[in-house]
């Protein structure tokens, strides 16, 4: 082998690991790919990668021999049991102070577990959330690295110099925390991209079946929309779909309603409960997608109970400004959950994470992208405590404008019998949030009836727990007090 070693080794040449490399060599970072399965990287060399500076390594050993010290390995492969195997194959090939990326959608906790054990060794581990899909990953993803900090000063440069900008220029990469806090980051923003890609859904099945709209006025109705204070990303695909044909026919309706996952947003809400975060919006758009694979049974259900649903007649303009303002709102809920959930794990783990920067780096490049992460990330930089969005002016206001519009849609959703369950778990959430007193004294007073679990009173002190013997028969004896937290 002869001149210049390489900057950075990336094994997986699935698509995603592809375009990254496709995207460092662009910018000059020398890259050496590998991949277990020797006939994809032939043809990526003699291929995509044909008349670049990108070499390909017949083996893990002859890929980190063409490595620069201290040498950076990236995987691109799939979450799980596949990293372990590649991290016991690398640590006896790497030395003291090279560095180990995990550029996949890795559970946080196996991130943290893998810093703790490679640091042991000498070796620093990152764990990155990509974001951005294909084209992101080509042009420019949104990049959220975290694990061990000594790391990153040896690879920032490589990443900041691939990762989007936005319009202003910033870069959508930046340091995210330590242990898991990377990829725990990019966890929640699958898990925000699961709730917002359901309610983009909800507002095009009513669009379709309440205001019988044809492809082509939806169509126009989003690409509207992205103009507005809806402009994001996922509007603006939603837009595209709708206006794509396939020999002279809308490919949408030909295309299944079963939608499939990969079990981020599912983990999303796995952690929510953990952590005691009402994370209500997201976790329903999980349930959704489960529904959705339920089709034969909604076949026959539908035919049973003869489910038809009637359009609205007359008032379509009145009907898509409310169905705007409905989305705009449920889709604020959505990021506010998220960063709830964000805010309770990183005062749990002592993280630190800086959430107007993650709202930034989420702001170009990835999936979520949206106008108003500017404004989230606005939020967080007056009050970085902030519990939930709406304390912030700028989102209370939005909240107290679009909440009649919101309600509009739902009441003549529940009328139709037409399913919303983002929506409607977003305004129950909003409801409930801004509610002082819940029916909850009576759930405590039907537990300590049936179980002496005990209550708390509102006449004396939190934490000083009663029980009553409701019946006479029970006792004065109190079940143990216990947080399922």
């Not at 030395?95 to 810093?115: A, H, L, M, Y």
């Not at 809806?230 to 949408?252: D, R």
Request: aromatic share 8%; glycine share 10%.
């Amino acid at each position: 082998m002869t001149g210049k070693k390489s900057d950075i080794a990336v094994i997986g040449l699935a698509v995603m690991g592809q375009n990254l490399i496709l995207n460092m060599n662009d910018h000059g970072v020398k890259v050496v790919a590998y991949n277990r399965t020797q006939m994809k990287v032939s043809d990526f060399i003699q291929g995509p990668a044909k008349g670049t500076d990108i070499q390909g390594a017949s083996s893990l050993e002859d890929m980190v021999s063409r490595l620069e010290s201290p040498r950076k390995v990236m995987l691109m492969v799939r979450a799980g049991e596949v990293v372990d195997q590649y991290i016991s194959q690398l640590e006896p090939l790497l030395s003291e102070g090279d560095v180990i990326i995990d550029g996949g959608n890795s559970d946080f906790i196996d991130t943290e577990r893998r810093v703790k054990a490679l640091g042991k060794q000498g070796l620093h581990y990152i764990g990155m959330g990509v974001s951005g899909g294909e084209e992101g990953a080509r042009n420019g993803p949104s990049i959220m690295p975290g694990g061990d900090e000594r790391a990153w000063p040896l690879v920032k440069n490589i990443f900041q110099c691939i990762a989007a900008r936005t319009e202003n220029g910033e870069i959508c990469c930046d340091w995210v925390g330590s242990g898991g806090a990377g990829h725990f980051v990019k966890m929640v923003h699958n898990g925000i991209e699961y709730g917002d890609m359901q309610l983009i859904s909800e507002s095009y099945h009513f669009m379709k079946t309440a205001l019988n709209m044809s492809h082509q006025e939806m169509h126009q109705t989003f690409s509207d929309w992205n103009k507005t204070e809806l402009n994001s990303y996922l509007v603006e695909i939603t837009a595209n779909i709708l206006a794509y044909e396939e020999e002279g026919n809308p490919l949408l309706e030909n295309i299944l309603d079963v939608a499939g996952q990969k079990g981020t947003g599912k983990l999303t809400g796995i952690t929510a409960l953990d952590a005691g975060v009402p994370l209500t919006l997201i976790s329903e758009s999980v349930y959704a997608r489960y529904l959705s694979g339920l089709k034969e049974e909604r076949q026959q259900f539908e035919a049973l109970f003869d489910k038809h649903i009637t359009p609205i007649s007359g008032g379509r303009s009145e009907w898509l400004e409310a169905l705007r303002q409905s989305l705009l709102a449920a889709k604020v809920i959505s990021y506010a959950q998220g960063f709830m959930l964000m805010k309770r794990i990183s005062d749990e783990r002592k993280w630190q994470l800086n959430y107007g920067n993650v709202a930034l780096m989420w702001r170009g490049g990835c999936i979520i992208r949206s106008a108003f992460l500017e404004n989230i990330r606005d939020a967080f930089q007056s009050n970085p405590e902030l519990v939930f969005l709406g304390m912030d002016d700028h989102f209370k206001n939005l909240l107290i404008r679009c909440t009649p519009a919101w309600r509009k849609i739902l009441s003549k959703t529940f009328e139709l019998g037409l399913p919303m369950p983002c929506t409607a778990s977003g305004l129950s959430f909003f409801d409930a949030f801004t509610t002082g007193s819940l029916p909850a004294n009576l759930l405590q007073a039907q537990r300590d009836y049936f179980g002496a679990h005990t209550y708390e009173r509102k006449d004396k002190p939190r934490g000083e727990f009663s029980h009553t013997d409701w019946t006479g028969k029970g006792g004065r004896a109190a079940s143990s007090i216990y947080n399922a937290l």
